[in-house]
C-alpha cells in the first residue's frame, strides 16, 4: 500500500508563487506515473499535470500551461508542483496521485491507483 503525503499548500495573493511537495511511504516513486489533480467546492476533480516515471514526459491542462512546472526528484522520492502567477481560479484542494500501471500518467483521475489526502490552495484577488 502507497500512501501519499503532501505539502506546501496556502493562502497566497494573486500572482504570487507556491511549491507543493508530494512523497510516498513505504514505497519509491520511482516505478510509479504521477499526477496531481485539483478540486474546487463544487466542482469535479480536475486534472492538472502528469510527469512519466523517468520525468522526460510532462504533460498540462490547458490553463495552466506556461505558469505551473510538475517535476520528480526520485533520489529524494518526491515530486513537485511549481506553481507561478496564481490566479484565483487556481483555488482547490491539489491531490497527488500514483498510476502503477503505465510508464506516463494520464488525465483521467480514475485511472490513478493512490491518491493523497489533498493539500488546500486558495489564492485571494
Known amino acids: 500500500q502507497v500512501q501519499l503525503i503532501e505539502s506546501g499548500g496556502g493562502l497566497v495573493q494573486a500572482g504570487a508563487s507556491l511549491t507543493l511537495s508530494c512523497a510516498p511511504t513505504?514505497?519509491?516513486?520511482?516505478?510509479?506515473?504521477m499526477g496531481w489533480f485539483r478540486q474546487a467546492p463544487g466542482k469535479e476533480r480536475e486534472f492538472v499535470a502528469a510527469?512519466?516515471?523517468?520525468?522526460?514526459?510532462?504533460d498540462y491542462v490547458e490553463s495552466v500551461k506556461g505558469r505551473f512546472t510538475i517535476s520528480r526528484v526520485n533520489t529524494k522520492n518526491t515530486i513537485y508542483l511549481q506553481m507561478n502567477s496564481l490566479k484565483p481560479e487556481d483555488t482547490a484542494v491539489y491531490y497527488c496521485?500514483?498510476?502503477?500501471?503505465?510508464?506516463?500518467?494520464?488525465?483521467?483521475?480514475?485511472?490513478?491507483?493512490?491518491w493523497g489526502q489533498g493539500t488546500q490552495v486558495t489564492v485571494s484577488s
Open positions: 496521485a500514483a498510476d502503477q500501471d503505465v510508464i506516463v500518467g494520464g488525465r483521467v483521475w480514475s485511472d490513478y491507483d493512490y
Open positions: 513505504g514505497r519509491t516513486i520511482s516505478t510509479y506515473a
Open positions: 510527469i512519466s516515471r523517468g520525468g522526460t514526459n510532462r
